[in-house]
């Protein structure tokens, strides 16, 4: 029996955007929330991302359910959340824990959200972090 491929690191996914790429402004962003950024937005070039701030930490996850590959929600309104605690898919409702993507309950269970880097700047821009790892 095959092992399960790994996940995909988030800059090998179509679109992923250059280190350094301004992603938003802390402050705007709802505290204890999680808010769905869209990315390159042209029809055929989008990459999306969850951003989870927690005062002043951001994180971000790649908004792709690693059930199907399709984002946990197309609309901020339809994203499912228990701010602090989870986050889900609103297409089979995995439940995502909020501090690290880990699914802890529905269909990939034991599989997490993509991880992104994040570096929030001293003016609040919070950008794709630079990556201390040259990429290949
Ligand atoms: S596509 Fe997300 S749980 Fe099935």
């Known amino acids: 029996m095959s092992q399960p491929s790994p996940a995909p690191q988030w800059f090998d996914l179509p679109h992923a955007p250059a280190a350094g790429t301004v992603v ?21 070039n989008v990459f999306r991302l969850l951003l989870v701030r927690a005062g002043p930490d951001v994180h971000a996850f790649v908004n792709r359910c690693p059930h199907f590959g399709v984002p946990l929600a197309s ?15 609103n297409v089979h409702y995995a439940r995502f824990r ?27 821009r919070v950008c794709i972090a630079r990556d201390p790892i040259e990429r290949q």
Do not use: F, Y
């Open 24 to 44: 938003a402004q802390r402050d705007a962003l709802a505290d204890v929330c999680a808010t769905m950024v869209t990315l390159n937005t042209t029809e055929d």
């Open 98 to 124: 909020w501090s690290d993507g880990l699914c802890e309950s529905g269909e990939c269970k034991g599989e997490s959200l993509i991880s992104v880097p994040l570096e929030v700047q001293p003016d609040g």
């Open 75 to 89: 609309r901020q309104d339809h994203l499912l959340q228990k701010p602090g605690i989870s986050i889900s898919c």
